[in-house]
Protein backbone atom coordinates (compact mmCIF):
# COMPACT_ATOMS: atom_id res chain seq x y z
CA UNK A 1 0.00 0.00 0.00
CA UNK A 2 1.42 3.47 -0.82
CA UNK A 3 2.11 5.65 1.82
CA UNK A 4 0.14 9.06 2.05
CA UNK A 5 1.77 12.34 3.10
CA UNK A 6 -0.14 14.21 5.43
CA UNK A 7 -0.28 17.60 4.17
CA UNK A 8 -1.39 21.23 6.09
CA UNK A 9 -3.98 23.55 4.05
CA UNK A 10 -1.36 25.73 3.15
CA UNK A 11 0.72 23.46 1.20
CA UNK A 12 -2.65 21.80 -0.43
CA UNK A 13 -2.82 25.11 -2.35
CA UNK A 14 -1.25 25.62 -5.95
CA UNK A 15 2.09 26.48 -5.40
CA UNK A 16 1.60 29.39 -7.86
CA UNK A 17 -0.82 31.25 -5.29
CA UNK A 18 1.40 30.40 -2.63
CA UNK A 19 3.64 32.75 -3.91
CA UNK A 20 1.63 35.58 -4.85
CA UNK A 21 0.21 35.71 -1.18
CA UNK A 22 4.36 35.84 -0.37
CA UNK A 23 5.26 38.68 -1.92
CA UNK A 24 1.79 39.92 -1.57
CA UNK A 25 2.69 40.47 2.06
CA UNK A 26 6.22 41.67 0.80
CA UNK A 27 5.09 44.96 -0.28
CA UNK A 28 4.55 46.01 2.71
CA UNK A 29 8.49 45.94 3.54
CA UNK A 30 8.72 49.16 0.63
CA UNK A 31 5.42 50.39 2.33
CA UNK A 32 6.67 50.91 5.22
CA UNK A 33 10.20 52.50 4.66
CA UNK A 34 7.80 54.99 2.02
CA UNK A 35 6.69 55.76 5.14
CA UNK A 36 10.00 56.25 7.10
CA UNK A 37 11.02 58.84 4.47
CA UNK A 38 7.92 60.61 4.10
CA UNK A 39 7.18 59.46 0.57
CA UNK A 40 3.56 58.67 1.56
CA UNK A 41 2.39 58.38 -1.81
CA UNK A 42 4.40 55.57 -2.53
CA UNK A 43 3.67 54.07 0.75
CA UNK A 44 -0.17 53.95 -0.02
CA UNK A 45 0.79 52.21 -3.61
CA UNK A 46 2.71 49.08 -1.73
CA UNK A 47 -0.17 49.01 1.12
CA UNK A 48 -3.04 48.74 -1.36
CA UNK A 49 -1.54 46.63 -4.02
CA UNK A 50 -0.35 44.02 -0.84
CA UNK A 51 -3.87 44.56 0.69
CA UNK A 52 -5.63 43.72 -2.17
CA UNK A 53 -3.11 40.89 -3.19
CA UNK A 54 -3.86 39.27 0.06
CA UNK A 55 -7.40 39.63 0.13
CA UNK A 56 -7.74 37.54 -3.31
CA UNK A 57 -5.20 35.34 -2.33
CA UNK A 58 -7.30 34.74 0.71
CA UNK A 59 -10.62 34.15 -1.45
CA UNK A 60 -9.04 32.08 -4.24
CA UNK A 61 -8.01 30.28 -0.85
CA UNK A 62 -11.04 29.57 0.44
CA UNK A 63 -12.92 28.37 -2.44
CA UNK A 64 -10.01 26.07 -3.53
CA UNK A 65 -9.48 24.46 0.22
CA UNK A 66 -11.07 21.23 -0.66
CA UNK A 67 -9.31 20.21 -3.65
CA UNK A 68 -5.90 17.91 -3.62
CA UNK A 69 -3.40 18.81 -6.24
CA UNK A 70 -2.88 16.61 -9.03
CA UNK A 71 0.24 17.17 -11.50
CA UNK A 72 3.14 16.75 -9.04
CA UNK A 73 6.75 18.09 -9.88
CA UNK A 74 5.06 19.05 -13.44
CA UNK A 75 2.31 21.19 -11.41
CA UNK A 76 5.03 23.16 -9.53
CA UNK A 77 7.09 23.76 -13.13
CA UNK A 78 4.11 25.23 -14.46
CA UNK A 79 3.84 27.64 -11.30
CA UNK A 80 7.46 28.27 -11.54
CA UNK A 81 7.07 29.20 -15.28
CA UNK A 82 3.79 31.14 -14.49
CA UNK A 83 5.84 32.89 -11.91
CA UNK A 84 8.21 34.75 -14.08
CA UNK A 85 5.74 35.45 -16.62
CA UNK A 86 2.57 36.45 -15.15
CA UNK A 87 3.43 37.15 -11.43
CA UNK A 88 5.19 40.15 -12.82
CA UNK A 89 2.17 42.02 -14.10
CA UNK A 90 0.61 42.20 -10.52
CA UNK A 91 4.18 43.11 -9.24
CA UNK A 92 4.10 45.76 -11.25
CA UNK A 93 1.37 48.00 -10.11
CA UNK A 94 2.74 49.19 -7.30
CA UNK A 95 5.99 50.16 -8.93
CA UNK A 96 3.87 51.61 -11.78
CA UNK A 97 1.52 53.93 -9.45
CA UNK A 98 4.26 55.03 -7.10
CA UNK A 99 6.33 55.97 -10.27
CA UNK A 100 3.14 57.76 -12.41
CA UNK A 101 5.84 58.89 -15.01
CA UNK A 102 6.20 55.34 -17.32
CA UNK A 103 4.03 53.05 -18.81
CA UNK A 104 2.72 49.62 -17.41
CA UNK A 105 4.66 47.99 -20.28
CA UNK A 106 8.01 49.68 -18.74
CA UNK A 107 6.77 48.39 -15.26
CA UNK A 108 5.85 45.20 -16.92
CA UNK A 109 9.81 44.93 -18.39
CA UNK A 110 11.05 45.86 -15.26
CA UNK A 111 9.42 43.28 -12.72
CA UNK A 112 10.34 40.44 -15.39
CA UNK A 113 13.80 41.59 -15.40
CA UNK A 114 13.71 41.91 -11.47
CA UNK A 115 11.91 38.78 -10.78
CA UNK A 116 14.23 36.74 -13.19
CA UNK A 117 17.40 38.31 -11.77
CA UNK A 118 18.19 39.57 -15.11
CA UNK A 119 18.61 43.49 -13.99
CA UNK A 120 18.16 45.07 -17.17
CA UNK A 121 17.28 48.58 -16.39
CA UNK A 122 14.49 50.33 -17.80
CA UNK A 123 14.31 53.58 -16.36
CA UNK A 124 18.25 54.89 -17.00
CA UNK A 125 18.37 57.59 -14.50
CA UNK A 126 18.44 56.06 -11.02
CA UNK A 127 17.53 59.48 -9.42
CA UNK A 128 14.22 59.33 -11.42
CA UNK A 129 12.94 56.37 -9.33
CA UNK A 130 11.55 56.92 -5.92
CA UNK A 131 13.48 54.92 -2.93
CA UNK A 132 11.25 52.46 -1.73
CA UNK A 133 10.87 51.89 -5.57
CA UNK A 134 14.68 51.04 -5.98
CA UNK A 135 14.00 48.94 -2.78
CA UNK A 136 11.33 46.76 -4.17
CA UNK A 137 13.07 46.28 -7.47
CA UNK A 138 16.07 44.98 -5.39
CA UNK A 139 13.85 42.85 -3.18
CA UNK A 140 11.79 41.02 -6.13
CA UNK A 141 15.00 40.58 -8.18
CA UNK A 142 16.19 38.66 -4.44
CA UNK A 143 13.10 36.52 -3.78
CA UNK A 144 13.64 35.89 -7.14
CA UNK A 145 16.83 34.23 -6.54
CA UNK A 146 15.85 32.56 -3.75
CA UNK A 147 12.99 30.93 -5.60
CA UNK A 148 15.51 29.38 -8.49
CA UNK A 149 17.90 28.27 -4.95
CA UNK A 150 14.42 26.34 -3.57
CA UNK A 151 13.45 25.26 -7.24
CA UNK A 152 16.64 23.70 -8.81
CA UNK A 153 16.53 21.06 -5.47
CA UNK A 154 12.87 20.75 -5.16
CA UNK A 155 11.60 20.97 -8.50
CA UNK A 156 14.36 21.07 -11.28
CA UNK A 157 16.53 18.20 -9.59
CA UNK A 158 13.99 15.34 -9.67
CA UNK A 159 13.21 16.52 -13.29
CA UNK A 160 17.01 16.56 -13.66
CA UNK A 161 16.43 20.18 -15.53
CA UNK A 162 18.17 22.96 -14.85
CA UNK A 163 21.68 21.39 -15.04
CA UNK A 164 20.85 18.35 -12.66
CA UNK A 165 20.55 16.45 -16.42
CA UNK A 166 24.28 16.47 -16.79
CA UNK A 167 24.75 15.38 -13.38
CA UNK A 168 25.52 12.08 -11.75
CA UNK A 169 22.90 12.28 -9.36
CA UNK A 170 20.41 12.80 -12.38
CA UNK A 171 21.74 9.60 -13.66
CA UNK A 172 19.46 6.97 -13.82
CA UNK A 173 20.53 4.46 -10.88
CA UNK A 174 22.72 6.86 -8.77
CA UNK A 175 19.81 9.01 -7.66
CA UNK A 176 18.73 12.36 -7.46
CA UNK A 177 18.20 12.88 -3.96
CA UNK A 178 17.60 16.04 -2.38
CA UNK A 179 18.53 16.56 1.44
CA UNK A 180 17.56 12.97 1.68
CA UNK A 181 13.94 13.44 -0.27
CA UNK A 182 13.91 10.54 -3.59
CA UNK A 183 12.44 11.35 -6.79
CA UNK A 184 9.70 9.50 -4.88
CA UNK A 185 8.73 11.95 -2.09
CA UNK A 186 5.82 13.72 -2.18
CA UNK A 187 6.65 17.31 -3.78
CA UNK A 188 4.91 19.55 -2.07
CA UNK A 189 7.08 17.61 1.51
CA UNK A 190 10.05 18.51 -0.34
CA UNK A 191 9.47 21.82 -1.15
CA UNK A 192 9.17 22.00 2.06
CA UNK A 193 12.24 20.33 3.27
CA UNK A 194 14.45 22.09 0.74
CA UNK A 195 12.75 26.21 1.88
CA UNK A 196 13.85 24.99 5.58
CA UNK A 197 17.24 23.71 4.46
CA UNK A 198 18.00 27.11 1.90
CA UNK A 199 16.05 29.95 2.91
CA UNK A 200 18.10 30.38 6.41
CA UNK A 201 21.22 30.06 4.17
CA UNK A 202 20.36 32.94 1.79
CA UNK A 203 19.09 35.43 4.35
CA UNK A 204 21.70 34.83 6.59
CA UNK A 205 24.57 35.20 4.01
CA UNK A 206 22.28 38.38 2.98
CA UNK A 207 22.46 39.65 6.20
CA UNK A 208 25.85 39.18 7.03
CA UNK A 209 27.06 41.19 3.15
CA UNK A 210 24.57 43.86 4.11
CA UNK A 211 26.25 44.62 7.53
CA UNK A 212 29.75 44.16 5.78
CA UNK A 213 28.76 46.64 3.34
CA UNK A 214 27.48 49.47 6.17
CA UNK A 215 30.56 48.74 7.73
CA UNK A 216 32.96 49.50 4.23
CA UNK A 217 30.83 53.11 4.07
CA UNK A 218 27.95 52.43 2.06
CA UNK A 219 24.16 53.95 2.85
CA UNK A 220 21.44 51.63 4.43
CA UNK A 221 19.25 51.25 0.96
CA UNK A 222 22.53 50.79 -1.10
CA UNK A 223 23.92 48.25 1.54
CA UNK A 224 21.05 46.34 1.80
CA UNK A 225 20.14 46.64 -2.38
CA UNK A 226 23.57 45.53 -3.22
CA UNK A 227 23.48 42.90 -0.84
CA UNK A 228 20.56 41.81 -2.33
CA UNK A 229 21.24 41.62 -5.82
CA UNK A 230 24.85 39.76 -5.24
CA UNK A 231 23.24 36.81 -3.52
CA UNK A 232 20.71 36.88 -6.45
CA UNK A 233 23.04 37.70 -9.49
CA UNK A 234 20.57 40.66 -10.28
CA UNK A 235 23.04 43.61 -10.65
CA UNK A 236 20.01 45.85 -9.39
CA UNK A 237 21.35 48.88 -7.76
CA UNK A 238 20.14 52.47 -6.69
CA UNK A 239 23.16 54.20 -7.53
CA UNK A 240 23.86 52.69 -10.91
CA UNK A 241 26.16 50.60 -9.92
CA UNK A 242 28.70 49.98 -7.26
CA UNK A 243 30.76 52.85 -8.82
CA UNK A 244 28.17 54.96 -7.00
CA UNK A 245 28.42 53.57 -3.89
CA UNK A 246 30.86 54.64 -0.95
CA UNK A 247 32.19 51.58 0.52
CA UNK A 248 35.13 52.09 -2.60
CA UNK A 249 37.53 49.17 -3.05
CA UNK A 250 36.97 47.94 0.18
CA UNK A 251 33.11 47.23 -0.74
CA UNK A 252 34.06 45.58 -4.03
CA UNK A 253 36.77 43.32 -2.12
CA UNK A 254 33.47 42.16 0.08
CA UNK A 255 31.36 41.56 -3.01
CA UNK A 256 33.77 40.02 -4.88
CA UNK A 257 34.01 37.41 -1.81
CA UNK A 258 30.16 37.24 -1.81
CA UNK A 259 29.85 36.24 -5.78
CA UNK A 260 31.71 32.60 -5.13
CA UNK A 261 28.51 31.38 -4.21
CA UNK A 262 27.56 31.83 -7.83
CA UNK A 263 30.16 29.60 -9.03
CA UNK A 264 29.35 26.35 -7.64
CA UNK A 265 26.50 24.38 -5.92
CA UNK A 266 28.70 23.28 -3.67
CA UNK A 267 29.55 26.61 -1.94
CA UNK A 268 26.46 26.06 0.19
CA UNK A 269 25.10 22.83 -0.80
CA UNK A 270 26.24 19.25 -1.86
CA UNK A 271 22.75 18.03 -3.98
CA UNK A 272 25.20 18.14 -7.23
CA UNK A 273 28.00 15.96 -5.87
CA UNK A 274 28.07 12.30 -5.86
CA UNK A 275 29.31 10.57 -2.37
CA UNK A 276 32.07 11.27 -1.21
CA UNK A 277 33.14 14.49 -4.14
CA UNK A 278 31.53 17.34 -2.04
CA UNK A 279 34.61 19.08 -1.48
CA UNK A 280 34.82 22.19 -3.21
CA UNK A 281 38.56 22.47 -4.38
CA UNK A 282 37.84 18.94 -6.11
CA UNK A 283 35.20 20.28 -8.06
CA UNK A 284 35.19 20.76 -11.79
CA UNK A 285 33.11 24.44 -11.85
CA UNK A 286 34.77 26.28 -8.54
CA UNK A 287 38.01 25.21 -10.45
CA UNK A 288 37.00 26.61 -13.90
CA UNK A 289 35.48 29.72 -12.75
CA UNK A 290 38.73 30.54 -10.62
CA UNK A 291 40.72 29.55 -13.54
CA UNK A 292 38.68 32.12 -15.84
CA UNK A 293 38.90 34.85 -13.15
CA UNK A 294 42.43 34.56 -12.56
CA UNK A 295 43.31 33.89 -15.93
CA UNK A 296 41.60 36.35 -18.20
CA UNK A 297 42.48 39.30 -16.46
CA UNK A 298 46.42 38.23 -16.28
CA UNK A 299 46.12 37.92 -20.00
CA UNK A 300 44.81 41.82 -20.20
CA UNK A 301 47.61 42.49 -17.53
CA UNK A 302 49.94 41.06 -19.73
CA UNK A 303 49.37 42.27 -23.00
CA UNK A 304 49.46 45.89 -21.49
CA UNK A 305 53.38 45.24 -20.34
CA UNK A 306 54.06 43.33 -23.62
CA UNK A 307 53.18 46.32 -25.84
CA UNK A 308 54.97 48.94 -22.92
CA UNK A 309 57.83 46.88 -23.53
CA UNK A 310 57.80 47.45 -27.52
CA UNK A 311 57.34 50.89 -26.86
CA UNK A 312 59.91 51.34 -24.01
CA UNK A 313 56.73 53.15 -21.43
CA UNK A 314 54.68 51.84 -18.21
CA UNK A 315 53.06 53.27 -15.25
CA UNK A 316 53.35 53.18 -12.06
CA UNK A 317 52.50 49.75 -10.12
CA UNK A 318 49.95 50.79 -7.86
CA UNK A 319 47.74 52.00 -11.23
CA UNK A 320 48.64 48.56 -12.54
CA UNK A 321 47.79 46.50 -9.89
CA UNK A 322 44.55 48.76 -9.31
CA UNK A 323 43.71 47.62 -13.02
CA UNK A 324 44.30 44.21 -12.41
CA UNK A 325 41.72 44.36 -9.60
CA UNK A 326 38.90 45.91 -11.73
CA UNK A 327 39.31 42.98 -14.81
CA UNK A 328 39.34 40.58 -11.99
CA UNK A 329 36.24 41.73 -10.08
CA UNK A 330 34.38 42.34 -13.31
CA UNK A 331 35.62 39.13 -14.82
CA UNK A 332 33.73 37.14 -11.82
CA UNK A 333 30.53 39.98 -11.96
CA UNK A 334 29.66 38.78 -15.61
CA UNK A 335 30.71 35.23 -15.49
CA UNK A 336 28.46 35.28 -12.67
CA UNK A 337 25.95 36.58 -14.62
CA UNK A 338 25.57 39.63 -12.04
CA UNK A 339 26.70 42.65 -13.96
CA UNK A 340 28.16 45.12 -11.83
CA UNK A 341 31.55 46.66 -13.04
CA UNK A 342 34.10 47.44 -11.08
CA UNK A 343 35.22 51.44 -10.78
CA UNK A 344 38.25 50.60 -12.07
CA UNK A 345 37.63 48.39 -14.77
CA UNK A 346 37.95 51.39 -17.86
CA UNK A 347 41.27 51.33 -16.50
CA UNK A 348 41.54 47.51 -17.06
CA UNK A 349 40.23 47.51 -20.54
CA UNK A 350 42.31 51.24 -21.31
CA UNK A 351 45.19 49.09 -20.30
CA UNK A 352 44.54 45.81 -22.34
CA UNK A 353 43.98 48.32 -25.25
CA UNK A 354 41.26 46.25 -26.73
CA UNK A 355 39.26 48.21 -28.65
CA UNK A 356 36.19 46.11 -27.91
CA UNK A 357 36.46 44.50 -24.40
CA UNK A 358 32.61 43.98 -23.96
CA UNK A 359 32.90 40.50 -26.75
CA UNK A 360 35.15 39.69 -23.07
CA UNK A 361 32.24 40.32 -20.89
CA UNK A 362 29.55 38.56 -23.60
CA UNK A 363 31.45 35.53 -23.68
CA UNK A 364 31.78 35.34 -19.64
CA UNK A 365 28.38 35.92 -19.47
CA UNK A 366 27.28 33.06 -21.97
CA UNK A 367 29.58 30.89 -20.28
CA UNK A 368 27.16 31.42 -16.59
CA UNK A 369 27.91 30.37 -13.26
CA UNK A 370 27.43 27.10 -11.84
CA UNK A 371 24.72 24.95 -11.99
CA UNK A 372 21.50 24.90 -9.40
CA UNK A 373 22.81 28.39 -8.62
CA UNK A 374 21.59 31.79 -9.16
CA UNK A 375 23.41 32.30 -12.10
CA UNK A 376 22.33 32.07 -15.46
CA UNK A 377 24.00 31.22 -18.75
CA UNK A 378 24.92 27.98 -20.72
CA UNK A 379 26.61 27.01 -16.82
CA UNK A 380 30.08 26.13 -16.02
CA UNK A 381 29.45 22.40 -15.20
CA UNK A 382 28.09 21.96 -19.15
CA UNK A 383 30.89 23.70 -20.49
CA UNK A 384 33.16 21.35 -18.37
CA UNK A 385 30.97 18.47 -19.81
CA UNK A 386 32.04 19.55 -23.23
CA UNK A 387 35.32 20.26 -23.00
CA UNK A 388 36.03 16.38 -21.61
CA UNK A 389 34.12 15.35 -24.52
CA UNK A 390 36.26 17.04 -27.06
CA UNK A 391 39.67 16.08 -25.07
CA UNK A 392 37.91 12.45 -25.31
CA UNK A 393 37.59 12.70 -29.05
CA UNK A 394 40.67 14.07 -29.56
CA UNK A 395 42.45 11.45 -27.71
CA UNK A 396 40.89 9.17 -30.28
CA UNK A 397 42.06 10.43 -33.00
CA UNK A 398 45.52 9.72 -31.49
CA UNK A 399 44.66 6.54 -30.40
CA UNK A 400 41.45 5.03 -31.83
CA UNK A 401 40.90 1.71 -30.04
CA UNK A 402 41.77 3.72 -26.36
CA UNK A 403 39.34 3.01 -23.43
CA UNK A 404 38.54 6.08 -21.27
CA UNK A 405 40.68 6.88 -18.19
CA UNK A 406 39.13 10.41 -17.21
CA UNK A 407 38.10 8.41 -13.87
CA UNK A 408 37.98 11.18 -11.22
CA UNK A 409 37.38 13.70 -13.61
CA UNK A 410 33.92 12.38 -14.63
CA UNK A 411 32.43 11.27 -11.07
CA UNK A 412 30.59 14.55 -11.15
CA UNK A 413 29.05 13.51 -14.96
CA UNK A 414 27.10 11.23 -15.60
CA UNK A 415 27.00 8.84 -19.09
CA UNK A 416 25.61 10.70 -21.70
CA UNK A 417 26.07 13.99 -19.72
CA UNK A 418 28.53 15.64 -22.91
CA UNK A 419 25.55 14.73 -25.41
CA UNK A 420 22.75 16.21 -23.07
CA UNK A 421 25.04 19.81 -22.56
CA UNK A 422 25.66 19.45 -26.06
CA UNK A 423 22.05 19.51 -27.15
CA UNK A 424 21.22 22.16 -24.44
CA UNK A 425 23.84 24.15 -26.41
CA UNK A 426 22.58 23.88 -29.52
CA UNK A 427 19.11 24.95 -28.12
CA UNK A 428 20.58 27.92 -26.18
CA UNK A 429 22.18 28.51 -29.63
CA UNK A 430 18.40 28.41 -31.63
CA UNK A 431 17.54 30.35 -29.09
CA UNK A 432 19.85 33.07 -29.13
CA UNK A 433 19.69 33.13 -33.21
CA UNK A 434 15.33 33.75 -32.59
CA UNK A 435 16.17 36.48 -30.70
CA UNK A 436 18.60 38.58 -32.90
CA UNK A 437 16.35 37.70 -35.70
CA UNK A 438 13.25 39.38 -33.52
CA UNK A 439 15.10 42.41 -32.28
CA UNK A 440 16.60 42.60 -35.90
CA UNK A 441 13.07 42.93 -37.05
CA UNK A 442 12.08 45.59 -35.19
CA UNK A 443 14.50 47.65 -36.25
CA UNK A 444 17.72 47.59 -34.00
CA UNK A 445 21.10 47.29 -35.38
CA UNK A 446 22.84 43.74 -35.59
CA UNK A 447 25.53 44.35 -33.17
CA UNK A 448 22.73 45.79 -30.65
CA UNK A 449 20.30 42.64 -31.60
CA UNK A 450 23.41 40.02 -30.52
CA UNK A 451 24.31 42.16 -27.53
CA UNK A 452 20.13 42.57 -26.53
CA UNK A 453 20.09 38.96 -26.85
CA UNK A 454 22.99 37.44 -25.16
CA UNK A 455 21.82 39.71 -22.17
CA UNK A 456 18.04 38.79 -21.49
CA UNK A 457 18.97 34.88 -22.48
CA UNK A 458 22.07 34.83 -20.13
CA UNK A 459 19.90 36.92 -17.33
CA UNK A 460 22.62 39.91 -17.73
CA UNK A 461 21.08 42.83 -18.13
CA UNK A 462 23.50 45.05 -17.01
CA UNK A 463 25.42 43.79 -21.08
CA UNK A 464 23.23 46.11 -22.31
CA UNK A 465 25.55 49.01 -21.04
CA UNK A 466 29.29 47.35 -19.77
CA UNK A 467 28.59 44.71 -23.08
CA UNK A 468 28.01 47.11 -26.03
CA UNK A 469 30.10 50.00 -28.19
CA UNK A 470 27.59 52.19 -27.27
CA UNK A 471 25.22 51.67 -24.29
CA UNK A 472 21.86 50.88 -25.38
CA UNK A 473 19.29 52.96 -23.91
CA UNK A 474 16.75 50.10 -23.19
CA UNK A 475 13.27 52.71 -22.53
CA UNK A 476 13.94 54.03 -25.64
CA UNK A 477 13.04 50.56 -27.26
CA UNK A 478 9.65 50.02 -28.96
CA UNK A 479 6.90 47.80 -27.68
CA UNK A 480 7.59 44.99 -29.38
CA UNK A 481 11.50 44.84 -28.81
CA UNK A 482 10.35 45.01 -25.27
CA UNK A 483 7.86 41.96 -25.66
CA UNK A 484 11.05 40.14 -26.82
CA UNK A 485 13.60 41.37 -24.73
CA UNK A 486 10.66 39.67 -21.67
CA UNK A 487 10.18 36.58 -23.34
CA UNK A 488 14.12 35.47 -23.80
CA UNK A 489 14.03 36.77 -19.91
CA UNK A 490 11.94 34.04 -19.24
CA UNK A 491 13.30 31.44 -21.62
CA UNK A 492 17.46 32.56 -20.51
CA UNK A 493 15.52 31.72 -16.47
CA UNK A 494 13.56 28.44 -16.95
CA UNK A 495 16.28 26.96 -19.73
CA UNK A 496 14.73 25.54 -22.71
CA UNK A 497 14.87 21.98 -21.77
CA UNK A 498 12.29 23.00 -18.91
CA UNK A 499 9.97 24.81 -21.28
CA UNK A 500 10.13 21.54 -23.96
CA UNK A 501 9.26 19.68 -20.93
CA UNK A 502 6.08 21.79 -20.15
CA UNK A 503 5.15 21.38 -23.84
CA UNK A 504 5.62 17.54 -23.85
CA UNK A 505 2.15 15.91 -23.08
CA UNK A 506 4.07 12.89 -22.17
CA UNK A 507 5.52 14.24 -19.06
CA UNK A 508 2.32 15.41 -18.21
CA UNK A 509 1.44 11.79 -18.39
CA UNK A 510 3.88 10.46 -16.48
Known amino acids: MARRHKTGPLLRLPLFLLITGIVSASMYVPAIFAVTVDDHHSARAFFYAGTLGLVVVTL ?63 FGDPRRLPEAVHLWRAQVGWMGGLLMWVAAS ?92 TSGIAGEFILFLFLAFALSRLTFSSDTAVQGGAKLYHDPEFRIGILIVTGVPLLLFLRHWIGAYDVDAGEDILTGLRALWGAMFTVLSFLTTTGFVSSDWADAHGWSGLATPGVILLGLAVMGGGVATTAGGVRLLRVYAL ?124
Open 60 to 122: VALALAGRVPRHGDMGQLLALAATFAVLPVFLAVPAHEAIRTTSFLNAYFDMVSAVTTTGADV
Open 154 to 245: AILAPMSLGGFEVTARGEPGRGASVSGLGKAADPRQRLVRVVGTLAPIYVGLTAVLWLSLLLAGDRSLVALCHAMSVMATSGISPVGGIEGS
Open 387 to 510: YLAGLREMERLVHPSSVSGAGGRMARIQRDGAFIAWVFFMLFALSLALAVMGFAATGARFEDAIVLSVAALSTTGPLTSAGAEVAIDLGTLDAPAKIIFCAAMIVGRLETLAIIALLTTDSWRR
